[in-house]
């Protein structure tokens, strides 16, 4: 089955502790991005890549770090530098040709600091 | 500038009524592409329909129908006879066709379906 899968579903961070999202996509897509969203707000976009071992910041990027060393691959970095990343962490990812562009999510993460 | 504009912060309506979620965007760009998703409580973002903005048919599947209309920037989504299922929170999303291939997604409408 071609999808996008995130883990792990939950991840609690300590303080002072980076820790990493996983985004993985079976697609062949071209493009992956990462969101954060809050409870009942919409969803802003940390960072997005067009093209392996390319990347660029979205609206949020202050306390992310991301690498995109293989297409299929798109982890997320949370760093201590991001004081309040209790949040929901949505991957998608989408073609970047042709005219059936579409953006697929994957399942998400849920991040709590303890 | 892009922009969405999901003015509905929430609704809530009776099972099987008909609901109308607005979408209103602003672009410049004479091709681009808008979205619908679903979120349900688990959260997931599940992809709706897509639209081009060269083909103004309306288009309906099952008990969802969407009216996308240039003349007045409005890609609006309708639920008829609307399910507890439904319950959900629905986004709209716009993507220009040039430039950076970032989406911009409207702040979302709650849709309530009560039994």
């Known amino acids: 089955d071609g999808g996008i899968t995130q883990s792990p579903k939950y991840l609690f961070r300590k303080e002072g502790q980076n820790v990493t999202l996983s985004c993985e996509q079976n697609?062949?897509?071209?493009?992956m991005y990462w969101y954060r969203q809050d409870p009942g707000q919409g969803l802003r976009l940390i960072y997005y890549?067009?093209?392996?071992?390319?990347?660029q910041k979205g609206d949020i990027a202050e306390g992310y770090s991301v690498s995109r060393e293989k297409k299929e691959s798109f982890p997320l970095t949370v760093t201590s530098a991001q004081k309040n990343p209790t949040a929901f962490y949505l991957c998608?990812?989408?073609?970047?040709?042709?005219?059936?562009?579409?953006?697929?999510f994957g399942p998400g993460t849920r991040l709590l600091v303890l | 500038a892009q922009k969405v504009t999901q003015a509905q912060t929430e609704i809530s309506v009776v099972e099987k009524e008909d609901v109308t979620l607005d979408c209103v965007y602003e672009?410049?760009?004479?091709?681009?592409?808008l979205f619908w998703y679903k979120q349900p409580p688990s959260g997931e973002l599940v992809f709706l329909i897509r639209?081009?903005?060269?083909?103004?048919q309306n288009e309906i599947s099952g008990r969802y129908s969407w009216n996308f209309q240039k003349s007045t920037s409005s890609f609006n989504f309708t639920i008829t006879a609307s399910q507890v299922v439904d319950s959900a929170v629905y986004f709209c999303a716009l993507r220009i066709r040039s430039g950076t291939y970032k989406y911009i997604f409207g702040t979302g409408t709650r849709l309530k379906v009560l039994a």
């Open positions: 890549s067009q093209i392996v071992n390319d990347f």
């Open positions: 639209r081009n903005s060269f083909d103004e």
């Open positions: 998608a990812s989408s073609l970047t040709s042709g005219y059936q562009e579409t953006q697929y």
């Open positions: 672009t410049r760009d004479t091709t681009y592409y």
């Open positions: 697609l062949n897509h071209d493009a």
